[in-house]
């Protein structure tokens, strides 16, 4: 069965390994096999726990044919850095990438809702004196280019739905993605 790495911050949640069952049967509904990084077994007590996860969902990665990436926006105007790690990993490795986020605005509005950004020649520069990237995009155009080159196009809602974090509306659109992209062609 082709299987998919489920990556994003929703290990973070409380209720994590219940989001992960949901997410794995969704795609169980479309012929597919969800990993989900909590599925590995660690001892966060361990000396090198940090260690034990990074190689756990490493070979997650490698066993998988795409991955599906929660980029919704994590303490923060953009997606979680372990998460962008992740979907450049499989994009390295010319798998398929796919990424969802619950958020619809762009970066810029994102960015005003933690600073205050003002112009500067034409410019859009935040509360530390930095330029804000301003490409009207989601998020860092290094994703969502990356999304599109090496998947599909980032799904959106078009409003944000009530619980950001537990609504699988645009997880399961990317899974019905993946479905059809990586279906075995029939033989002729």
Known sequence: MTKVYLAGPDVFLPDALEIGRRKAGL????GLTGLFPLDNAVALAAHDASLQIFRGNQAMMDAADAIIANLTPFRGPSADAGT????????????????????????????????????????????DGLAVEDF?????????HCLELHGAPLVTPPA???DIWHDLTTFEACVQIAAKRLRPKAAS
């Open 160 to 162: 944000a739905p009530a």
């Open 136 to 144: 009207g995009l989601p998020d860092n155009l290094m994703l969502i």
């Open 84 to 127: 962008v790690y992740e979907l450049g990993y499989m994009a390295g490795r010319g798998k398929l990438v796919l990424g969802y986020s619950n958020d619809p605005a762009n970066y810029v509005d994102r960015t005003r809702r933690f600073e205050t950004i003002t112009e500067r020649d034409s410019l859009l520069i935040g509360a």
């Open 27 to 30: 795609c169980a509904r479309y």
